[in-house]
């Protein structure tokens, strides 16, 4: 046959197979139904093996793509069936008691708690976030969530990637360890300074001070400088910047922003030494509730997968099953498990939307960890 008479194969096969995945979906509602009304779980993973056996024993060849393509069927019929069957899962009443309250616009004042101190990029982005905010500054990114945890403030801004040196894991750790929802996400341009004392030259300096970020984001600089510069790690950009002003040792010079100078009275250095032009820190805002806006589109979530082959295949299967984005996915170990590992997700889409929160509720219900950190928009 040529390639025309193939294809008119293919069609002629294609049609009865559209029609019998039609009723075969069809049954599962029927299944649905029957389960819902004798309260069984939507789950039968015994009758699930016994079918992928059967297909792979008749599949020849061919086994492994008749595995995946029934295992699809499969993830597909289960959310169908989820659709109509609820689940209690926590996440929709957190969603629901957060949709109940009606928000209006996101707020433009509040107190708000920074890492660092004035100058830092966190304050820069706060200032962004929210014009008339009132600003709390704190040493360490978990008193940031503890403030937030606590009532003492009720949000706070924190850094979470850099377009050029990736995550700030510290901030998903905590996301992770503490009580708090993602309400904001704003995306700030950055562009580092080498700053010292007025009359300090490049070749004078014996020390570079700032944060582990913007010494990663400023590699290529700090490597030109050859290995008779200390370079050491500061809590805060901004506070490096204040150590250099206030050490009487000579030679000392912090990598921070511009305003830096007008803070602390150095004068630049050196500008413009980051790796990129296009570096950019994502900061998001943290709420001690679900607070959801208008125009919220990305959703973020921890997810602890059972730790065998196929884990995250199940959770990307399902996400492809129900036409989500995936915009980020990033694995973090689980201390105290060797080589297991948790997996930090954002998602396009909206709880607005009855079957986003199905697909939450799924998640939450098929893996071993979930943890739901927002619906926001981001800037």
């Known amino acids: 046959m040529d390639l025309s008479e193939i294809r008119d194969r293919i069609d002629e096969i294609d049609k009865p197979l559209l ?39 008749e599949s020849g060849d061919l086994e492994q793509y008749a595995h995946r393509f029934y295992s699809t069927i499969f993830e597909l019929s289960r959310s169908y069936q989820e659709e109509i069957i609820p689940n209690g899962a926590k996440v929709r009443a957190e969603i629901e008691k957060a949709l109940a309250v009606e ?23 706060a200032d962004r976030m929210f014009p008339r905010g009132n600003l709390m500054f704190f040493k360490t990114f978990e008193a940031v969530f503890d403030a937030v945890e606590s009532g003492l403030c009720r949000y706070g801004v924190v850094p979470i990637e850099n377009s050029s040196n990736g995550s700030v894991r510290a901030t998903y750790d905590l996301l992770n360890k503490k009580n708090c929802r993602i309400v904001r996400s704003e995306r700030l341009c950055v ?29 290529e600089f700090l490597k030109s400088l050859g290995d008779e510069v200390s370079i050491i790690p500061a809590d805060n950009t901004a506070m490096a910047a204040e150590m250099a002003a206030k050490s009487e040792k000579k030679g000392i010079a912090a990598i921070a922003s511009h305003s830096g100078c007008e803070n602390y009275g150095l ?52 996400l492809a099953a129900m036409e989500v984005n995936l915009i980020k996915l990033e694995s973090c170990p689980i201390v105290g498990h060797d080589f297991e590992f948790m997996f930090f997700f954002e998602l396009q889409g909206s709880v607005r939307d009855p079957k986003t929160v199905t697909l939450l509720e799924s998640l939450e219900r098929d893996c071993e960890g979930f943890v739901f950190l927002g619906n926001y928009l981001e800037v």
């Open 191 to 219: 562009r580092h300074e080498l700053l010292a004392k007025p009359g300090t030259k490049l070749e004078d300096i014996t020390e570079i001070h700032s944060h582990e970020q913007a010494l990663g984001q400023c590699s």
């Open 19 to 57: 029609s019998l995945f039609l009723e075969r979906m069809a049954l599962s509602r029927e299944v649905a139904e029957y389960k819902k009304a004798n309260n069984l779980p939507i789950m039968n993973k015994k009758r699930e093996r016994e079918i992928l056996k059967r297909v792979m024993d």
């Open 103 to 125: 928000t209006g616009e996101f707020p433009k004042t509040g107190t708000i708690a920074c890492q660092g101190v004035e100058g830092a990029y966190s304050q820069m982005a």
């Open 267 to 318: 004068v630049p250095v050196a500008a413009g030494i980051q790796n990129s032009d296009n570096n950019y820190t994502r900061f998001v805002c943290i709420a001690k509730n679900t607070e959801i806006y208008p125009g919220a589109d990305h959703i973020s979530l921890i997810l602890a997968v059972k730790h065998k082959p196929g884990a995250l295949y199940e959770i990307l299967s399902k």
